[in-house]
């Protein structure tokens, strides 16, 4: 792996130790905007380095425990050593944070960002990772079934706030950075946001990709001139064992992304924190050294492939499935739906069969099993030791009882129900292969029918044209008088009557779960069927997002027209 450029990893290291600030809840200790960096870590310290301060923070997060304490007091030792050694990270001021801009989606625990600036007008702005209320968006990102999910759009917003409220201008040197989805923002940000050429640098810690849609989207709606500079200006960092940036499809290029040894001690035993903000640096705040990437980010890219594989219409099942396992009691900040029936059928016959498939038929997953081995028998003879020190057996003796109770048990239930999962598994990819022939058979047989029908439509156009010409005379008016009459106010009402049929769609959906109690074996698959396909739609969201985008771009230029003639 290449070495990083002295002057990037500087700066992308400010950027690390201020993504980590971003997950310390910061709220808890009452910061204003315009606070430094230093000060805001400072008080920090009055509970995570302080007597009394593990009560104080379970009095402030009721679903706390004591190793979320102590990761957060190795992560305000890294803040706080961070600051010692850096003078110009400890100055920086905190800007603009969404707590304190009502019309975010802040607390609904969506958007969580703010800026960070020193003293020579350098400007980081940073997004914080998947809030408690974001994980169906994570799922929207890469379902496929729109291209832009509300919380990217959101991020976007809040990069056009920022840059006209503070004046940014292109010989600044702006930074936009976050960590997980906050990386993933930063990406969609510095792609899409109409000021991304005031953008310098994006740095994106362990932030996923994009699907297939969007990134083709991207393009038509830039032009490829213009998705290629975006992408350029992007750095990507990541625990060598993340299992988060693997999901999807990549946008930063190849050549700029660096994998870091992981300093998590117990390996794969602590999988969990391999995707921690920290995981990739040093107690004095800097990085870890360069590595090579793990088996487990691997074994989840192979998996992420698979999936992207799938229609949309699949897709957005599979990926909601995974997410409504993290989503867990907090309602999701869009409004989406957690548990519904397409999403518990996609986790149970896609997501587990497909990586169960992976785990058992790739090198990478044949690792991440023989290390999980490793771990597992580890723990097992430490538990048989002890277990004949309490009897008074041999632990060599237990091992080998239980060896044999186990092989068993592997022979007559696991290994069936292994290969059944992997048969599955197998089988969906099997499925997903067969339809992209059948798409690319439809895709040719349609362009032979464009061909003919081409032909047809060329004579029918030329008879309407001349019949328009001829024998209508609205046609002629029209084109004497070209003047375009756009009701804003409709385009608001079928916004909200779309709004209104999802929201029936839903209720639907809800009365169909409550007549698997009343049907007969009969109906039943009839009815699986209806309430697999019942769902929140997506498709019609994004139809009642973009009536009332339209409806604001009119009123904003028949704002300005009204402005310039008021002028003359």
């Known amino acids: 792996m290449s070495n990083i450029d002295s002057s990037i990893k500087d700066s992308a290291n400010e950027a690390a130790v201020l993504n980590v600030l971003m997950y310390m809840d910061i709220e808890d200790v009452k910061v204003e905007n315009k606070d430094p960096v230093e000060e805001i870590v400072n008080r920090l310290g009055e509970i995570y380095d302080s007597p009394g301060g593990y009560e104080r923070y379970l009095s ?22 961070a600051c010692e050694r850096n003078p110009h990270l400890a100055n920086m001021v905190m800007n603009d944070h969404t707590m304190f801009i009502p019309e975010t989606s802040y607390d609904e625990h969506g958007l969580e960002a703010c800026t960070f600036s020193d003293q020579n007008g350098n400007v980081i702005v940073a997004y914080r990772g998947t809030g408690k209320g974001e ?26 706030y920022v840059a006209l409220k503070n004046g940014f201008k292109k010989d600044m040197n702006i930074i936009v950075t976050g960590h997980s989805k906050g990386g993933n923002k930063a990406q969609y940000v ?27 989207a991207f393009i038509n709606r830039h032009g490829k001139d213009a998705y290629l500079a975006a992408i350029n200006k992007m750095y990507g960092f990541y625990e060598e064992n993340d299992y988060v940036n693997p999901l999807a499809i990549p946008v930063i290029p190849k050549e700029r992304r660096y994998y870091f040894k992981s300093n998590i001690i117990n390996g794969i035993g602590d999988a969990v924190k391999f995707h921690y903000p920290d995981a990739y640096l040093n107690v004095d705040g800097s ?113 080998t009882i239980l060896m044999v109770l186990i092989i068993a048990c592997a022979i007559i239930i696991i ?132 009536l009332i985008a339209t409806a604001e771009d009119f009123e904003q230029i028949e704002s300005q027209i009204q402005n310039q003639i008021n002028f003359a």
């Open 60 to 81: 402030l997060h009721s679903d706390g425990s004591k190793s979320d304490y102590e990761d957060r007091q190795r992560q305000y030792q890294i803040l706080k050593n």
């Open 135 to 160: 994980w169906m968006d994570n799922a929207v990102g890469v379902g496929g079934m729109v291209t832009d999910s509300p919380q990217q759009e959101e991020a976007a917003l809040y990069f056009t």
């Open 190 to 216: 510095t792609i899409n946001s109409k000021y991304n050429d005031l953008i310098d640098k994006c740095f994106s810690f362990d932030g996923q990709g994009m699907s297939p849609e969007a990134i083709e």
């Open 287 to 399: 990085f870890t050294e360069l590595g090579e990437r793990g088996a487990l980010s691997m074994l989840i890219e192979r998996y992420s492939y698979d999936l992207v594989e799938l229609p949309p219409e699949l897709r957005i099942y599979a990926a909601s499935g995974l997410m409504a396992l993290m989503q867990k009691g907090t309602n999701p900040v869009n409004g989406e739906k957690v548990f519904s029936k397409g999403n518990i059928l996609a986790l149970a016959l896609i997501d587990i069969p497909v990586l169960v498939d992976d785990l058992i038929h790739t090198p990478e997953g044949m690792m991440v099993m023989h290390q999980l081995a490793g771990l597992l028998g580890k723990d097992i003879y430490k538990a048989l030791d002890k277990v004949g020190e309490e009897y008074g057996i041999p632990g060599v003796i237990v091992a």
């Open 415 to 546: 290994a069936p129900l292994v290969l059944v999962l992997g048969f599955v598994g197998d089988f969906v990819k099997t499925l997903i292969k067969l339809q992209s022939i059948l798409v690319n058979l439809h895709e040719v047989a349609k362009e032979l029918c464009g061909i003919i029908i081409n032909a047809i439509n060329n004579f029918v156009n030329g008879l309407k044209q001349w019949v328009k010409e001829n024998l209508n005379p609205g046609y002629k008016y029209a084109m004497a008088n070209p003047v375009i009459k756009v009701d804003t106010y409709k385009l608001r009402s079928y916004a909200d009557r779309l709004e209104q049929v999802n929201r029936r769609i839903s209720n639907i959906d809800s009365e169909l779960d409550s007549l698997y109690t009343k049907v007969g074996l009969k109906n039943l698959k009839d009815l699986i069927q209806a309430d697999f396909f019942t769902d929140y739609s997506y498709r019609i969201d994004q139809c009642r997002r973009y």
